[in-house]
């Protein structure tokens, strides 16, 4: 069974804190996401990467950045937190040969 | 602009009968489908997918159906359990794209006894 684990279930930040998401697999898979969801919005990708040191852009960037310097670890940084950056934080992985993503247990951040 | 809808938010169904959940994309491109199911404080959890060069595809309760023509999927569960509330999103991908998923807003399904 693939395993996705993250570094926290539940953060409190404050505004203009620097947060760090952390995200660990412990399959040898190339391609890991960050998402986050909100509710009527479902998820929402914010970057992936396909390999070590490789990353793209998602459909919603803006405010974060990610890194990838070893292939089992991929993390997602909040520069300077918002409010409107309070949401739940899901990591994923995905399968060698299939497009079907594999989930950690997520990280619902709130940003004071 | 999303290319992948679920009109429903939510669904109450009786246990013992069958949920129907419907979603819709707009990208002909897709040509792989996924539906997840979420508990509250959790992370999604895969549950079924289906290609496109296929219009059906079961697994136990689950089966999801496929309409190309329509760009429409649905997912039925027969029969309904308690254990089945939760959120399910409905997932599509396109070839070439590294994989990305993109998702639906999600229907919460209520199951009552």
């Known amino acids: 069974d693939v395993k996705v684990t993250q570094s926290s279930r539940y953060l409190v930040k404050r505004t203009g804190e620097k947060v760090f998401l952390e995200c660990v697999q412990d399959m040898d898979h190339e391609n890991m996401f960050w998402y986050r969801q909100d509710p009527g919005l479902g998820l929402r990708l914010i970057y992936f990467s396909y390999d070590v040191k490789m990353k793209e852009k998602g459909d919603i960037p803006e405010g974060y950045s990610v890194s990838r310097e070893k292939k089992e670890r991929f993390s997602l940084i909040l520069e300077s937190a918002s409010t409107n950056q309070t949401s739940m934080y899901l990591c994923?992985?995905?399968?060698?040969?299939?497009?079907?993503?594999?989930f950690g247990p997520g990280t619902r951040l709130t940003v004071l | 602009d999303q290319q992948v809808k679920q009109n429903s938010p939510s669904l109450s169904v009786q246990e013992g009968r069958i949920s129907i959940l419907n979603c819709d994309y707009t990208n002909s491109m897709f040509d792989y489908f996924l539906w997840y199911k979420k508990y509250p404080a959790e992370g999604p959890t895969f549950l079924i997918s289906i290609s496109s060069i296929k219009d059906k595809n079961e697994d136990g309760r689950f089966t999801v159906f496929l309409n190309k023509s329509a760009k429409h999927l649905s997912l039925h569960i027969v029969p309904s359990q308690p254990g089945d509330s939760a959120v399910y999103f409905c997932?599509?991908?396109?070839?070439?794209?590294?994989?990305?998923?993109?998702f639906g807003a999600g229907t919460q399904v209520v199951v009552t006894p």
């Open positions: 994923a992985n995905r399968g060698r040969g299939t497009d079907t993503q594999y």
């Open positions: 997932a599509a991908s396109a070839p070439d794209s590294w994989g990305k998923l993109q």
